[in-house]
């Protein structure tokens, strides 16, 4: 399944597309969310399956600001650091690469052509739904 708004495998956080926020209906972990992310950073370091490296991405690897950020598919299934479930791990990143897009205007423009919504002052979306003390 995909979010009808950005096109993005549907990851939910909170009922919402981890990616642009719109509340979306169900979710299953997507297959396909290593390939997705791949050819909208271009800075990720990939590992393909099959002949000549050229099937789907099997092992992506992006360090952002201090935290390094690695997604693997180890027998069928997704494994990620920093561990984390789906989408909360899409939500650190997306938080993470907000931050350094401030400083970077074509981060900021591949970012918005993504349709991925930018945390505002890298706060990740579960940490600016936390009351505030
Ligand atoms: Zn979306």
Sequence with gaps: ?????????????????????????????????????????????????????????????????????????????LRLLPELAPARWVDRLLAALSAEAAGDADLRARLSRAGWKLRPGGRAEEESRKPQS
Excluded: Q, W
């Excluded at 997507?30 to 399956?49: C, E, G, I, S, T």
């Design 1 to 77: 399944m995909r979010c009808e708004t950005c096109g993005a495998p549907a990851v939910l956080l909170a009922n919402a597309c981890v990616f642009c926020r719109t509340p979306v209906a169900d979710s299953h972990a997507p297959a396909d969310l290593l390939d997705y992310l791949a050819a909208r950073l271009p800075a990720a370091k990939v590992k393909r399956f099959g002949l000549r490296r050229r099937g789907p991405v099997r092992e992506l690897t992006l360090t952002v600001g201090a935290t390094a950020f690695g997604a693997k598919i180890v027998k069928g299934r």
